[in-house]
């Protein structure tokens, strides 16, 4: 049996996490899992969430989508670098 490649970041780091396990946490599609896509949708995911929890916390709206940007930028940057 062919054994599946984990491509989401966690796992990309030498953790123990499945795919299926981040999509399942994160509300993902499973036709994501196994596929260097997991991370792009994680991406979008956790920047709804850092902008709603930013928001919640007081920010104004242009610092929260401000910082949930620069986040997302930074954690694209560390999947781009752990895929290359």
Do not use: F, W
């Not at 896509?37 to 242009?62: F, L, P």
């Amino acid at each position: 049996m062919k054994q599946l490649k984990h491509y989401n970041v966690m796992a990309l780091q030498g953790q123990d996490v499945k795919d299926q396990e981040v999509c399942d946490a994160l509300g993902i599609s499973h036709e994501h899992a196994n596929k260097p896509s997991i991370n792009d949708e994680a991406i979008k995911v956790t920047h709804k969430q850092n902008y709603a929890a930013y928001k919640q916390r007081g920010m104004a709206d242009a610092d929260a989508l401000a910082l949930a940007n620069q986040h997302a930028d930074e954690a694209r940057l560390k999947v781009k670098n752990l895929l290359t």
